[in-house]
Each structure stands twice: as C-alpha cells, then as structure tokens.
C-alpha cells in the first residue's frame, strides 16, 4: 500500500503500480476499493474542530476596550443614565460582531476547497469504466482523463496520448503542462512534476490514464487547507492600536485616582479625622467621573462608520473589502508580493514577437502589421508576406478557435495555439476562412515527447503539410528556410542563426515555438514521422508571452514613490518571471531572483536575512509562498499578498492583508483574502492603499480629537479636586467639576459628530510620498503627542479660570460654564484637527464638518432653552459674563492652536535646512 512519504514522480510507472496494489487495465476490485475507502477516509477535504459560532461571539468580549466600555455601560446605568448606557450598550455590540465575522469566515475557507473536489469522474473498476463520485476515489484507482475532465485526485501518470492540464489554480502556470510518463528527479519541485496530475486542476488535451496516488487531506489541496487551518489570525494594526489606547486610558484613570486617595488620605491624617463612608463614596464618585471622562465612548462607533465609508468608496473602485479593518491596515502596507498570472500579467497568451528572413519583428496583438526595428518600404512588404505565410502556417497546424464575444476576442482551445491565430487575424489572415480552404486530411498530434504537430491539408493548390513546435526539434527536420529573396537552403550557418535568436528570445521570457511547411507531391497511404516529418521549409519563429497590463507599469512606479516594496512571486519559469518584471519595474540592477528549488536550499533564517534583496521568485510551491510572507514579517514588515489561485490560500491569509481576483480568482483565495479586486487590476490596489492612508490619516486625526478632550477632561476633573474645590471649601459629593453625564454629553455628543465629520477629511498633498508606517509604530507617535501637549496646554488654563471665575456664584453655575465652555471649545478644536501639523488655511476643512459644527451649536442652544433637558444636563441659563468666557475660550484656543502649529511648522524647517 501507499506511504505518505513515497515519491511518486521520481518512481517508474510500472514501481508505482505494484506499490499501489493495483493494475493498469482491470484496475481495483469493487471489494478492494471499498476496503481502501474504509482504510483511508473519503476523498474530501477535511473542516477541523470548529468552534461554535457563540463562543467565537463571547471571546469578542475579552477585548480590553470592549471591557473598558462594558464598565462604562453599568457605571451610567447606575448613575440613572438609561439612554447613554443603551448607546454605549449599541457601540459594543456593533464592535463584537464585527470581531465575530473576522473569526468566523475563515472556516468558509476549507468549505470553498471542498467545493472543489466535488466533481464525478470515471475510474476503472474490474476491468470495467465506471463513473464514481470524487468523494469515493481511494489511492490505487485508475483515473480515465480527458478534456474537460476536472482532476479529483492526486495521481501518476501511466499513459498520455498529448495530455495537457491547466494547473495554475494550484501552481500558477499561466500555459497548460504537457504530461509525460518517465519518472523525474526525486528533489523535483511541484511545478516541474510533469509526469503528475495534482487535484483540482483541469485537463485541456488529449487523453490518458494515472494511478490515484493520495487523497483527502494527504493531496496537496489537503496540505493547502491543512496549513489554511493551522494559521492563526493576528490583530490588525488597528486593533493593536486601539488596545494601547485603552491600556494607556487604564493606566492614566489608576494612577490619578490613586494620587487623588493618597491626596485625601493626607487631608484627612492632617485633619485628625477618621476614615468614613462619606470619604469612600466621594472616591467612587471621583472616580466614575474619571472613567467617564477617560473613555472615548465614541471611538468605536466613529472608527466603524468611517472604515464602513472606506468600504463603500473602495467598492466604488472596484475593490471589495471583506473586513472593516482590512480598509486600514492597506494603508499600513510595506510589501506586496503579488502573483504574476491574471495579476501583473492579463492572463492570456499573445504573439509578441517574430524571427522570420534573419530579422526580428514585433507582432502587436492589436496590430495588422509587422514593425521590423529598420525597415524600407520593401523590406515591409516582403517581411508582412513572409509573416502571412508563416501566420497562416501556424493557424493550419493549430485547433484553437477565436470567437468574438461581448468582452472581446475568446479563446476556445489550446492559450497557445489561441496566441498565433491571434496573430494570423492581426495581420489579416482569417483563421476560419483559411480552414475551410485548407481541408485538414491527416494529422500526427503533439505530445510531449515529440514536441510537435504536424497536419496535412488539401486545397486547390494541392497537398501541404505544416508542422509548428520546439525550434531545436522542428529546425532539425528542415532542410531549407524562408529569407528575404525566397526560399533558401538551410545551411549550418543558418541553423546557428535561428537557434541563437531562439536563445535570445527565450532570455526575453518568450515562449517560442518554430513554424514549417512542405509541399506534399500526393497524398499519403501512411501518416507517420518517416513518411511525413522531413525536407520541410523552416518559416520562421514566434515568440510568445502573457503580457503585463498595460497600467501595472505606472501602478509599480507609484508604489514606490510610496516607499512600498513590490515583490513578484509565481510558478512560472524563472526567465518569464524576469522578462516581466523588468518590464513592468519590478525587478532593478542589483535586486535577487531565486526558483523554488533555490529556496527550498535555505533555511527560515537564511530566508530572513535575505528576503530585502529578493524581487523575483520563480517556480515556487505553495508553502514558499507562505515562507516568504512569513520572512517578511519577521523583518517587522506589513505585507500584502495577492493572488488568485488555491496555492495562494495560506499566504493570504497569513499575510496582514489578502487581495484575491473577483474575475479569474477561486472561491479558495477569495475566502481567504480581505479585499477581493473585482477588475483583477495591480493599480486598484494601489488606489486601495491610497484611500487606506487617508482613511489611517483620518482616523488618527478624530483619535487624537478625542483623545483631547479626554485628556483636557481629566487635567480639569484632577486639578479641580486637588487644587482648586478644596481650596474653595468645597468638600465631600460637591468635588466634581464637571458631572457624569455632562461628560457623557461631551464625549458622545459634541465631540461624536465633529469626529465623524473628521473621516471624511479630503487627504492631505503628500499622502502617497511618505514613507509606510512602522509595523510597530505606537499610536502615541510624536505628532500625536505634540499635538495633544498644545491642546492641554491651551485649552487647561482656559478652562480652569473661567471654572474658577464662576464659583463665587456656586458650584452649579461653575460647572454650567465649565460644561458650556469645553462644548464649544471642543467645537473649535475640530476646525484645528483637520490637520495636526498643516494650517487650516492648507488643509481645507469638508463641509460635512461645518455642518455639524454648526448642527452641535444649535443643539446645545436648544437644550440649554428647554428646561427638561436643561435640568437633565445641569445647565443654568447662561449670562452675559457666561456667553463672554465661552466666546473668548473658543476663539483664543483656536488661534493659539494654529498659531503653535505654524511656529513647529517653522521649527522643523530650519531643523531641515540645518540638517
């Protein structure tokens, strides 16, 4: 029987049949296979322990902001505060749902694998074809193939008469692999088995039987869906930053409430009096007030609509979003290491280029001419009738067909034949016309030990046979070739020539085949390689490539403009990895290109040390994919990954952000991604972190709003307690500056809108030349900082002196000013958040902000007008002296705010010109 560890490709057929236990003609008893079928499980991919979808719920519940909001919630509802418990109640709930779906889609992952391998297939069973059940195949079946047929297994190949199977759902090869049946080198990489058929993959060819050699979850889909599983999902660079507010709030909230005990308890050793409820209930009611006053109740619901609007506007730009987060963290990017087929590339094949009369020509898809480097006007005319008749050549010795259809030509067949008739309608010749005067008679098929096709036609003109494939295979069966004066014989020098140009065009990642005729004198009793294959006239060579997108040039360049490092990964051979990179500037002088078999040689830590040089990875297995991932982000790096394929899964998932294809990409990778492109577009993705930073850039911009008039909160409650209500004889319940739910108003309320309004900040010049955030970058960074120390340091004494200025008429009317004064100096402080270092007058506010600025004043003035509301908020109708200090405190702090500004502003550009 099968052992996990055999290698089966590097065996002879005829070894893996007898390990297998099976037989090529009669294959498996009914009995044995369903033995086999008991032995080693259904041939399906398997889930894993899953976790109920509440106790994923109930983990949401673990986060420390979560938790910090849940302490706010009962602490209000004590307090009598229903309404602002419910709203703050809402904001939790909608920040653990969306914790929940985070978690809760990646199991749709292996779902979307099993899916895969859900198609029947036939399989011979005592000695008799039969269709099975793709669940049902055990190893040691033998798989009947054709075109058409999806694999459901992975299997040797036995026999192949021209089997080809498109594998780049699993590998990335763009082109179909043609499958042989010796046995190869045992270190062999998947890519190159070509004597395996791998599951989930498509045959496009031919025809041929393999013995099942594993299934289920020992396949490499089951390697796939097994690595899928065992990766765990990290924070996002939001939820780590949004952590450290609450840790620091936390820390900020025990340390003045434990200064303020020790405070108390002096005042009362000093006093001589003992310690008594009334002491312990004012310290409870300090510090409600506190937490109140330290947590930004709003930041939840404001970060969710403001990613929800990110979400809407990249939808807009062709890219969906499967999490909020996922709108961020692209603003975070560093890498993206994206896959070549589909991606960077259009995912088709195209004729490129032509060596036809001892010249190379390019061969625009688009074009109906040849555009030769040098070339008079006869030389024109002889070259384009020379590339006719090579085109027409290569059309009647291929059976791929174009249609036109709604989204432009369509390629039924072969991608490569499809790429030469493709040529031949460019230039003018129509494939389907030219068949029908050319009546195929004969044929000897392609396979990939001959490495050529040759058919025999009948027209008017008589018999002729075209041959089209390798050029070192097809030039050896030439005896004369095409020129400028006509048809010449092919002499040793000649052969050098064309061999050199196949050489040089293969340097160019160009696919190339060689095309052929002869004139057959009559028509043939016997078809064969002896009676056919010979004396032909070489008419030239055509190269062949998947193109890159005519846009990924432009898109690379501006990612590196914006310091973002983009780095191609794919299956495809090395020199065609490189020809494109080059091309489209992602790979310089200097930079590394290394093969899958190249990597497999280093070690993890090799790998690390290494990954900054490497641009270009070529014929590379799946779980190199997730290596490299995994070496960047040891390097502290926030990487991206896109890609389209099922052997794209695990890196992108593991990678802090996965960008899947919605046009030509599997279920598999968009299950497994956070943002799925539906254009298949590389510039999308640079427009999508474009708007990640603005989105960052705005959401740090209301963080830092509201964690100011936190900030400012706390200065005032501590310093009015410590200093100045004691001061006044003020003692007991009566040493709150500022009440619960004046807070709560304040928090929610007033600065709830403006900071919401913030989100839609248009982006500031220089968004995309700056270099990526650091992967551990604190959110506490110095602008931040500076920006907050301006805040305290202006708005604090403000605040304080017109507190101060209203106790003589009582406490209520000095928290009544005190409260009027934060609301409308927190009104000012948005215009000044626009930007925390650029002027306003530079960075424009959005009108959205001004309408909520204007929209908050009209709410506080209706609210301090109706008595109801009025008495809720403990507001006493303000006067004259009241209306004076609001006014003052509003204006002097915004023009000391922008004036600040302006002064760091000038600071740092002398450090910039000393520097």
Not at 352 to 362: K, N, Q, T, V
Not at 380 to 388: G, P, R, V
Not at 721 to 743: N, T
Not at 823 to 832: D, S
């Amino acid at each position: 029987m099968a052992e996990k560890l055999v290698h089966w490709h590097a065996l002879d057929s005829s070894e893996c049949l007898r390990l297998l236990g099976t037989d090529l003609e009669s294959g498996l008893s009914i009995e044995e296979a369903a033995r086999r079928l008991q032995i080693h499980g259904p041939n399906v991919i398997e889930q894993g322990k899953r976790l109920s979808p509440l106790k994923i719920l109930l983990r949401q519940f673990t986060n420390l902001m979560i938790v910090i909001l849940i302490v706010a919630t009962a602490i209000s509802a004590a307090l009598g505060e229903i309404l602002d418990s419910i709203v703050i109640l809402v904001i939790v709930f909608l920040a653990a749902v969306l914790g929940f779906w985070q978690e809760f889609r990646s199991e749709r992952i292996v779902e979307a694998l099993r899916k895969m391998m859900s198609p029947a297939c036939s399989v011979i069973r005592d000695g008799v074809m039969v269709r099975v059940r793709g669940e049902e195949v055990v190893p040691g079946d033998i798989l009947l193939l054709e075109a058409g047929d999806k694999v459901v297994a992975d299997a040797r190949v036995i026999e192949s008469h021209g089997l080809q199977v498109y594998e780049a759902a699993l590998t990335g090869e763009s082109i179909p692999v043609a499958k042989t049946t010796d046995p190869l080198p045992q270190e062999t990489p998947i890519p190159d088995r070509t004597n395996m058929v791998f599951a989930g993959t498509t045959v496009t060819n031919g025809k041929g039987k393999a013995v099942v050699t594993a299934t289920g979850m020992r396949m490499e889909f089951g390697r796939i869906a097994r690595e899928v599983l065992e990766i765990r999902e990290e924070k996002t660079p939001l939820e780590r930053r949004m952590e450290e507010v609450a840790r620091s709030l936390g820390k900020i909230i025990l340390v003045v409430i434990a200064v303020i005990a020790m405070v108390e308890l002096v005042e009362i050793s000093l006093l001589g009096e003992e310690l008594s409820t009334p002491f312990l209930i004012k310290i409870f009611m300090f510090a409600v007030s506190l937490a109140v006053a330290a947590v930004p109740e709003a930041l939840p619901a404001i970060v969710t609509s403001t990613l929800a609007v990110g979400m809407w506007i990249l939808a807009k730009r062709n890219a969906v979003a499967r999490s909020m987060a996922a709108v961020e963290t692209l603003g975070s990017t560093e890498v993206i290491c994206s896959d070549k087929t589909g991606t960077i590339t259009k995912g088709e094949m195209v004729a490129r280029e032509a060596f036809i009369g001892g010249r190379f020509f390019s061969v625009p898809n688009n074009s109906t001419s040849p555009n030769p480097a040098e070339a008079g006007q006869q030389l024109l005319y002889q070259a384009e009738a020379m590339l006719k008749r090579l085109a027409l050549a290569a059309v009647l010795s291929s059976d791929a067909v174009v249609r036109r259809g709604a989204k432009g030509n369509e390629v039924y067949g072969d991608p490569t034949e499809g790429a030469l008739v493709l040529m031949a309608e460019a230039l003018g010749v129509n494939h389907q016309e030219a068949r029908l005067r050319n009546r195929r008679v004969n044929e000897i098929p392609f396979s990939s030990e001959r490495k050529r096709m040759t058919t025999i036609t009948s027209s008017d003109a008589g018999f002729v046979a075209y041959m089209k494939g390798a050029p070192e295979v097809v030039v050896n069966l030439c005896d004369r070739v095409l020129a400028d004066g006509g048809e010449e014989e092919l002499t040793g020098e000649w052969r050098e020539r064309v061999l050199r140009a196949n050489e040089e065009m293969a340097s160019r990642g160009l696919r190339v085949l060689a095309v052929a005729e002869k004139k057959m004198p009559q028509p043939l009793h016997e078809c064969s390689e002896e009676t056919v294959e010979s004396e032909f006239t070489l008419l030239g060579l055509v190269g062949i490539i998947d193109p890159p997108r005519l846009e990924v040039k432009e898109a690379v360049e501006k990612c590196r403009a914006a310091k973002i490092r983009p780095i191609m990964i794919t299956g495809d051979h090395r020199l065609t990895a490189l020809a494109i990179a080059r091309e489209v500037g992602m790979y310089r002088e200097g930079d590394l290109a290394v093969t899958g078999a190249e990597l497999a040689k280093m070690s993890d830590e090799e790998l690390e040390r290494n990954v900054e040089k490497i641009s270009v990875y070529a014929r590379v297995a799946p779980s190199d994919k997730l290596r490299i991932v995994e070496a960047w982000k040891k390097r502290g790096k926030t990487v991206a990954m896109t890609g389209d394929g099922v052997n794209d899964a695990p890196a992108l998932k593991r990678a802090d952000i996965g960008v899947a294809m919605g046009v030509t990409g599997t279920e598999v990778a968009r299950e497994a991604s956070d943002l799925i492109l539906l254009d298949d577009n590389f510039s999308t993705i640079v427009r999508a972190v474009e708007l990640g930073r603005w989105i960052y850039d705005n959401i740090k911009k209301y963080l830092a709003y509201l964690l100011e008039a936190n900030f400012v909160e706390i200065a005032v409650i501590a310093i009015s307690a410590l200093i100045i209500l004691p001061f006044w004889g003020v003692r007991g319940e009566e040493l709150l500056p500022l009440l619960p739910a004046q807070i709560l108003y304040i928090n929610l309320a007033t600065d709830g809108l403006p900071a919401i309004a913030l989100g839609f900040t248009p982006p500031e010049p220089d968004i995309m030349r700056r270099a990526p955030r650091p992967r551990g970058e604190t959110v506490f960074t110095r602008e931040l900082k500076e920006y907050l120390i301006r805040a305290l340091v202006v708005e604090t004494p403000l605040l304080l002196l017109g507190f101060v200025d209203a106790l003589p008429l009582g406490i209520e009317a000095a928290r009544s000013r005190l409260f009027l004064m934060f609301v409308f100096i927190e009104l000012a402080i948005a215009l000044n958040t626009v930007s925390l270092s650029q002027s306003i007058f530079k960075v424009r506010p959005h009108k959205l902000l001004i309408i909520t600025i204007l929209w908050e004043i009209a709410m506080i003035t209706l609210l301090t007008a109706i008595p109801i509301t009025r008495e809720a908020l403990h507001i006493i109708p303000p006067g004259p002296r009241d209306f004076a200090w609001i006014a003052t405190g509003a204006t002097a702090t915004f023009v000391s705010i922008e004036l600040l500004k302006r002064v760091e502003i000038s600071r740092l550009r002398i450090a910039m010109e000393a520097g």
